[in-house]
Every structure is written in C-alpha cells, then in structure tokens.
C-alpha cells in the first residue's frame, strides 16, 4: 500500500460504518413493513373514518378523539404547557381536552385545509376557533399525525400554535 492509501484508511472505514448508520436510519424512518402491506381500500377507510369525526365535531354531534383506541398514546410536541406524551387514551382526555373544553364557553369546531392518507397513517391540518369562557375568541392551527390499525388511532402527534395555546391555559379557570 502506499502512504496516501494508508493515510485514506481510515476515512474511508469511518465513511463506510457512517453510510451504514445513515442506511440504518433512513431505514428507521422509512414507513413499517406492514404498512406498505396494508390496501389502498384501507387507506381510503381510514381516511374516510378520520372525515367523518371531523365533520361530526364541526356539527356538534361527535369528535376525533372517539376514534382513539383505548391504550392510544397522544403526544402534543413542541414547548406547550402541554407538551409531554399522554400514554392512554384517558390520560390525554382528563389531563388535555376536558380541561380544554371547560376553558370554553364555546368550543372550538374544526376548519379542515386538508386530509392526507397513506396505509396506516392520516394527517389532519385544520384551524379551530371558539370562545372562551372570558368571552375572548381562541384560534388556533393544528398538524396531527394519526397511527392507524383496525380503524383505531393506536398513535397521535399533534403540533400547534403553543403561544396561543398557553395564554387560554394561563388566562382561563376551567369551569367547575
């Protein structure tokens, strides 16, 4: 070997083992074998079911979070006051969304931009606006992110406006 291959030697070791991470992690991220499995009849059930909560909860007559399996985990991502993983269904509705809810004299109803599926996943971005319970108006955009299986969210991330958030956390006593 010459001195120039003894001296690349080692980076081109160090290179191979970061491609094979970097394969690893692409790898990691690349959609679950089963989902690529799961039918495009299933995709379009499952979006069809995400649809329909969202049009009941616009209605007032249903809303997404009856679509959560019971052991689904719900994590709110980003600096929120409520930004943690919720492991159980109940967990998320008792420690977020009733004490949301009792913050409002009116409650938010959805304005969904848009529904995306793909096998096992379902992306929901929607505004949502109403009033709380000191009269001033809370709106707010959201991202969330469904896991699927069976017809049930098994997994949830959502992402929104935390400054908005906070202040109806902060500014508002639940009602009793």
Same mark, same amino acid.
């Given at each position: 070997? #010459? $001195?120039?291959?003894?001296?690349?030697?080692?980076?081109?070791?160090?290179?191979?083992?970061?491609?094979?991470?970097? $394969?690893?992690?692409?790898?990691?991220?690349?959609?679950?074998? %089963?989902?690529?499995?799961? $039918?495009?009849?299933?995709?379009?059930?499952?979006?069809?079911?995400?649809? *329909?909560? /969202?049009?009941?909860?616009?209605?007032?007559? &249903?809303?997404?979070?009856? +679509? +959560?399996?019971? %052991?689904?985990?719900?994590?709110?991502?980003?600096?929120?006051?409520?930004?943690? #993983?919720?492991?159980?269904? %109940?967990? /998320? +509705?008792?420690?977020?969304?009733?004490? /949301?809810?009792? =913050?409002?004299?009116? &409650?938010?109803?959805? #304005?969904?931009?848009?529904?995306?599926?793909?096998?096992?996943?379902?992306?929901?971005?929607?505004?949502?606006?109403?009033?709380?319970?000191? *009269?001033?108006?809370?709106?707010? #955009?959201?991202?969330?992110?469904?896991?699927?299986?069976?017809?049930?969210?098994?997994?949830?991330?959502?992402? /929104?406006?935390?400054?908005?958030?906070?202040?109806?956390?902060? =500014?508002?006593?639940?009602? &009793?």
């Amino acid at each position: 070997m #010459t $001195s120039t291959t003894l001296f690349w030697a080692p980076f081109a070791a160090r290179a191979a083992l970061g491609f094979a991470a970097a $394969s690893i992690g692409i790898l990691a991220l690349a959609p679950h074998a %089963e989902a690529q499995s799961i $039918s495009p009849t299933v995709t379009s059930q499952n979006k069809a079911a995400v649809e *329909g909560k /969202f049009d009941a909860w616009k209605a007032g007559t &249903g809303n997404p979070f009856e +679509l +959560l399996a019971d %052991e689904a985990s719900w994590t709110i991502e980003g600096n929120s006051v409520a930004s943690k #993983t919720y492991p159980t269904k %109940e967990d /998320f +509705l008792s420690d977020v969304i009733r004490p /949301f809810n009792a =913050r409002m004299s009116i &409650g938010i109803k959805p #304005t969904v931009k848009s529904i995306t599926a793909d096998a096992d996943r379902v992306v929901i971005h929607f505004d949502a606006a109403g009033t709380a319970r000191d *009269g001033k108006p809370y709106v707010n #955009t959201y991202a969330w992110f469904f896991q699927m299986k069976n017809g049930r969210v098994i997994r949830a991330a959502a992402f /929104f406006d935390a400054i908005a958030f906070n202040d109806l956390w902060a =500014r508002v006593t639940p009602a &009793g």
